[in-house]
């Protein structure tokens, strides 16, 4: 029989967060009595690198123009989808910076459909493309995407206005509003926040996970900031060490499974960037989804959204053999051909 969810007050929240390792050891109790031990494969694809906006963490923000710029062909985004369904990863994500056109909305749209006509249904689809309308979240949906990721980075309004400019572009208030609309429209819902940001308290931190309670979320991919040396933030007061926020992001992986045991938590590819064994790490805590980049190489060498984000062989290069071999070493098993939809999920639908 299913534990009981405890429900935790801002101040356990604080004490989770400030528990170090003895937290690290509850949550991998908790993970493995509620979600278990598989680890879910999500063929990452990075559409494009073209961003309408300028958010000052983000190595692709449309004012650095030190970078190339490349969008995806079809066939190579279908390939690359067409590689994941092959070796069983069961998922694929959708990744770009944000634009805001119809010729885009149905092209993605198009492309949502082939990815599901070509899989007979067996890929699930994610994606991961900013800030839109409750008309487009609800066309992709039709088209047949099932999970949207939109990170809300910090659910401090203060803070979230120190990293962003600020426009009618970049408004916190849009962010809750697109958040809503994808609850409404029915996708598996996904947010996510970094950590360690410049100023960032462990009172802001115990908040994002209260935020993400209280949003009642399906999934979650959140990990350490890490500069982006071509961005303003960089060029900040840090105030916490690389190191520090590896740490940190551990914790607040482990407390947020502590707090919402059901759902699925991305073991994200900025904490490999910190340390090598970082996304092994996280999956050994709190985390339960991996998310291999499958992009083609032009596209890994040019979405680059912080310093040193490591750089897989992608699509063409596979990669697979030794990403299974490390998850079995370390005692995972690989969710190999299931969507591996968040329980959480699931208990939401028969609840409604
Ligand atoms: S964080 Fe997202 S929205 Fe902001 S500049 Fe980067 S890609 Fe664009």
Redesign the pocket.
Known sequence: MQEEIKKYDKDGIIALLNGGETTKLKAREIKNSFVGNTVYIRGLIELSNK?????F??????LNNKISRYTLTDNQIISSARYAYEKGYGNVVLQA??RWNEQYTDRIARIIEQIKTFSKGELSVTLSL?EQTYDVYKKWHDAGADRYLLRIETSSKELYQRIHPKNELHSFENRLKALDDLKNTGYQVGTGVMIGLPTQTIENLADDIIFMRDLDIDMCGMGPYIEHSQTPLAKVTQTMTLAERYEQALVMVSTLRCVMPTINIAATTALQTIKPTGREDALSIGANVIMPNISPANALRSYS?YNNKPIREGATGGGDEELFDMLSQRGFDIGLMQHGDSLHYRNRMKNR
């Open positions: 961003c309408i906006k300028n958010c963490y983000c190595g692709i923000r449309s910076g944000e900013g959204l």
